[in-house]
């Protein structure tokens, strides 16, 4: 356990190692007790966090910030209840903890379980998300684990009322005050307080832009889940069905623009281009699309702008794409191989060979043929919860559920065996 | 892909991301005939390895290093010949690629299946043990992954003389020979690179000392999986069977006291110590263990020494041991839960509520009732070969088996669907 730290950060740390010894052996019944009784005090406090809310929000817009960020650090009484419904839906959801995930009698005799338990100690540093707070502190309690919760100085008056609340609740259910905790970063140490935490933080989840995670991953001394960026593509083979390419492409980059799966990049093989290419643009620019495109793509519409090495890299979030003409399927994944962050990769086509190729070929937490990739999602995956998307490849990769949140135990029943 | 570096290490990391593309789609058959091939090439040059490994051992000799540090840094025909086992063996278990995991059909129609595919680049950082060069680099290649071997400085003839057999084996197999390839570090700054080749390297596993680990984890911005230290406790419970529980803690202690499931501390009931503490102590210290007690302990014996606050934390890897006399089982596990590294901890009890409360209560890797810690390992966990045991609790826990060099992948099928 470090100790030459003595901050507020290293101390709330601490404290909370101490209370996830009481969480993590608390019954299913007695977490969904206490995830209850955080929702009942969300409720009771339901006006006073709108108009902590408030609060915020005043202080940002007379910062300047973007009609974008306000609308992220803005709870509105339906954002707040749907709160409300995620924590009754957790509660239906059947317990991830002490599941036997591998078990087996040994010639010697010893039988060995692998058991499901709980990280621990979870950190999760996010931006200006109040949603985040209590989304991420509920799915901890229901794995049993406690948090230490950093979020971002603008929404300090939003957060500070809903831990508090949720605060009020697990002591209501007799829990420990201290399993969720907000990390308040007066004296801007506390993100590098919890990088460093060893031995007190199990987890460390960066929820945010990439700038953030690239912050936490390259200081972090203890262990970290990224959910990272996704430039995602989407690759329309010669042989697509060219309505199916077109409502694909349209969707996977306009439905929600501003989400990690949404598409970035619209790669068209030549020959399917040649036919189809003009109402693929059409398409997109009825949608209000901004095309960034190769020389191929900007001879079709004085309306497309010139792709530049950046926006073959670009996370755009925005209605903005890249489009680029490849000679085929082997230009089009070593252009995915180049420029992916390994998230979500679809490829439109009725060639199997071509399909068995990308995905064999293609690294990515998630692989789509004849699908739009805004499917990457806990939800969608039919997890019933998310703690976030991984773009990394231990632990988890992709969707993280519930299961993201807990380790195994090995469990060894003997009967006096020694090794000599 | 992190470009400011042009490090020897940087670019050898490179050429294994190429590498890389190659081993992990080469089929099962093309896997096993190139461990077949390097598993040759260590028989063709058997003796010149050897002849690399004396010269290693002369040079160490010459700077007077201890007997065990020459003895794991020697290579004998035997050891040898059990490395070419090793891989003869390794052939015939089951391939973990491509296994299907998870399989789902959605209510969209939508089929998710999630397959096991090879992590990419593996980075390994050891001290002179030469059997980590083929252990490791057998393990990586089954699993569809490539390394970089970061070996120690004084068994670089050894290391130099393995890696070019192997490379000579992939080489005849029609891999690149790069899929194994050594990190020499003259420069001094190829623990750094690896460390920072973001992008390049999918996970780093520093096997050998806490030092190391603790070098490599402070600096790491790459995924680490760590294989820790072993402050392993064996606590004999009041209502224990004297003869297990002294079995137990004699073969814990001295079976193999060098390595990390070896036994540091027994914590002893207070009621069962006064009956049988003289017979755990006597039988010790036949197998020449010398005791580190606490007063009670101490009283029984001229020859045991007084423990320090230092010997609770060691993890000695001699025939030292720690022993301390308890009140009850909640003494015992405050102790562990104070001092232990989470690795392997034993209760030899009857009581089987106690068993209960210390496998709940006590966060290891691996828990053990009535039975030696001495038992955590691939190959007693019927894992068939072993990469090492991780003692964090992120990817895997305990002993890590093929599985543990894998992550998955989410091949999604569809039929055109969109979220809109």
């Known amino acids: ?175 420990p005050k201290e399993a969720v905790q907000l990390i308040e970063d007066e004296d801007r140490t506390a993100l590098d307080d919890l990088c460093h935490a060893r031995g007190l933080i199990d987890v460390l989840i960066p929820r945010g832009s990439e700038k953030l995670i690239r912050k936490v991953t390259d200081q972090a001394v203890v262990p970290v889940i990224e959910t990272g960026a996704g430039n995602c593509h989407v690759f329309i083979d010669s042989s697509a069905d060219p309505d199916m390419a077109i409502n694909i492409a349209v969707d996977a980059k306009t439905q929600r623009p501003s989400v990690c799966n949404a598409c970035e990049t619209i790669l068209v093989s030549a020959d399917w281009f040649e036919e189809h290419g003009m109402n693929l643009i059409t398409a997109l620019q009825a949608k209000d699309v901004v095309i960034h495109g190769d020389p191929a793509v900007k001879k079709c519409s004085n309306k497309v702008l010139t792709a530049t090495e950046e926006d073959w890299k670009s996370e755009f979030l925005s209605l903005d794409v890249a489009m680029k003409v490849v000679t085929d399927i082997n230009e089009a994944i070593d252009h995915i191989e180049h420029y992916s962050t390994n998230h979500s990769e679809s490829i439109v086509s009725n060639d199997s060979d071509h399909v068995k190729r990308f995905f064999s070929m293609v690294d990515a937490a998630a692989l789509y043929h004849n699908a739009s990739t805004r499917f990457t999602d806990g939800f969608e995956f039919g997890y019933g919860a998310e703690v976030g998307i991984s773009t990394q490849k231990l632990h988890v990769r992709g969707p993280m559920g519930l299961p993201a949140l807990t380790t195994t135990k090995a469990l060894i029943q003997g009967s006096g065996q020694t090794k000599a």
């Not at 290293?10 to 019954?27: L, P």
């Not at 998300?129 to 794995?143: G, I």
Request: aromatic share 4%; hydrophobic share 40%; glycine share 4%.
């Open 1 to 175: 356990m470090t100790t030459q730290h003595r901050s507020e950060t290293f101390q709330k740390a601490e404290i909370a190692k101490i209370a996830s010894k009481f969480v993590a052996t608390a019954s299913v019944e007695k977490r969904h007790q206490a995830l209850t009784m955080i929702k009942q005090q969300i409720q009771v406090y339901f006006d006073k966090i709108l108009e902590a809310n408030n609060q915020d929000a005043a202080v940002s817009r007379e910062k300047g910030v973007t009609d974008a960020y306000l609308d992220r650090l803005t709870l509105t009484p339906e954002r707040l209840n749907s709160l409300i419904t995620m924590i009754e839906d957790l509660v239906q959801l059947p317990d991830p903890l002490y599941l036997i995930k591998e078990q087996s009698q040994r010639p010697n005799g010893l039988i060995i379980k692998h058991v499901t338990v709980p990280l621990g100690v979870l950190g999760i540093i996010y931006e200006a998300r109040p949603n985040v707070t209590v989304d991420t502190a509920a799915l901890a309690l229901k794995t049993g684990n406690v948090i230490l919760l950093r979020g971002s100085s603008s929404t300090i008056h939003t957060n500070r009322a809903l831990v508090s609340a949720m605060q009020e609740g697990l002591h209501n259910a007799g829990f």
